[in-house]
């Protein structure tokens, strides 16, 4: 590909597209994007700008129902899927036939594994080609897959609680350091734009303010990845969500046993070996824990442990920003390394 590129996103009137609409127009190494709606939603908004009056300082950012022969007269090379799933399972092997890369920030792609796609309840007209399609989608954490990540065609964005936890856990449970049959325990809080645009009940401002909640417990969507990309088996995990009264953010706090005794160091070391190298992960000192507001409107993920005296119990600390690590900046992030940059342009 030329040095710059033409991208463009579908659905950037809501939280996770404005970030990745603002990311991309102050992208160094592509034009600027084309913003499309969905397909038949005419008399919305003209322009970005008219829902979100802070990005006007980048020009103008109009709006334009979604059209296939749209994509194609505008020459796009990347088409980022800021949409619901199904709309996602169907649209991505549309651009893919016309020589369209897709990032796709819906959970459309994410799973591998039949028994945990079934969450989405997934009604493929072509089943067979659906599978062949999975087969071929690279997940999306450029940390555990930047070999595949280059020159990839469809790329699975990662979910958000999965990436903080399964970024935590991955340095310890591919060097066997994990008590599994002990069980590992995952306490994980998210700001309400996690939930996304659409208003419900539940995310309400009366419901969400001055409150704590648990949420799809044993249910959750993203607990499919955590266990597919982590390889652990689904009795070895108990992942439990819930909705913090900010607007965004994630801490998850992580509860394991070691298979042996070690000291702290040991397991700094470890961490510190795993993400070499990768610019977007940020590893405490021994003892000093991440908090939300250090990675807030960044692309890092901050991660910090305790170890307890007898060597053997740990807890790990994981903090992102939902709408950058956890979605958006991910996305820009598999765009570099998909077309050969730095993973680190236009993300600083």
């Known amino acids: 590909m030329g040095q710059h590129i033409q991208p463009a996103v579908v659905g950037a009137t809501g939280y996770?597209?404005?970030e990745l609409a603002r990311l991309l127009f102050r992208h160094p190494r592509v034009k600027k994007p084309v913003l499309f709606t969905r397909e038949g939603e005419d008399g919305g908004p003209a322009r970005l700008d008219d829902v979100y009056p802070h990005i006007s300082g980048n020009g103008a950012s109009p709006l334009e129902p979604f059209r296939w022969q749209a994509l194609l007269d505008k020459g796009v090379d990347v088409l980022f899927l800021a949409t619901p799933h199904e709309i996602s399972r169907?649209?991505?092997?549309?651009?893919?036939?016309q020589g369209?890369?897709?990032?796709?920030l819906s959970g459309a792609w994410r799973l591998a594994t039949p028994e945990y796609r079934e969450v989405y309840n997934f009604h493929d007209s072509n089943a067979a080609a659906a599978d062949k399609l999975t087969a071929q989608a690279v997940y999306g954490i450029p940390e555990l897959h930047r070999d595949e990540l280059t020159d990839a065609a469809l790329v699975a964005n990662a979910g958000c609680y999965a990436t903080s936890i399964i970024l935590a856990l991955a340095p310890l449970v591919r060097n066997g350091m994990v008590d599994l049959a002990?069980?590992?325990?995952c306490d994980a809080k998210s700001g309400v734009s996690g939930a996304g645009k659409q208003p419900t009940q539940k995310t309400h401002f009366v419901e969400v303010a001055e409150n704590l909640s648990a949420y799809s417990v044993f249910s959750h969507r993203h607990t499919g990845e955590i266990l597919e990309q982590l390889g652990i088996a689904p009795d070895q995990l108990v992942f439990t969500p819930h909705l913090?009264?900010?607007p965004r953010g994630i801490l998850s706090t992580i509860y394991v046993r070691l298979n042996s005794v070690m000291q702290a160091q040991q397991i700094e070391d470890v961490m510190r070996k795993f993400y070499s190298g990768s610019p977007w992960v940020r590893i405490f000192p021994a003892g000093k824990l991440p908090q939300i507001q250090y990675s807030l409107h960044t692309n890092y993920c901050d991660i910090g442990f305790a170890l307890a005296p007898d060597g053997k119990r740990l807890v790990i600390v994981s903090c992102l920003d939902n709408l950058m690590k956890g979605a958006a900046g991910q996305a820009v992030q598999n765009m570099n390394l998909i077309f050969g940059w730095n993973e680190e342009e236009g993300l600083k």
């Open 182 to 185: 002990h069980g590992v325990i």
């Open 90 to 97: 169907e649209w991505a092997p549309q651009a893919l036939a």
């Open 16 to 18: 996770a597209g404005f």
């Open 100 to 104: 369209i890369r897709v990032i796709d």
């Open 244 to 246: 913090l009264p900010i």
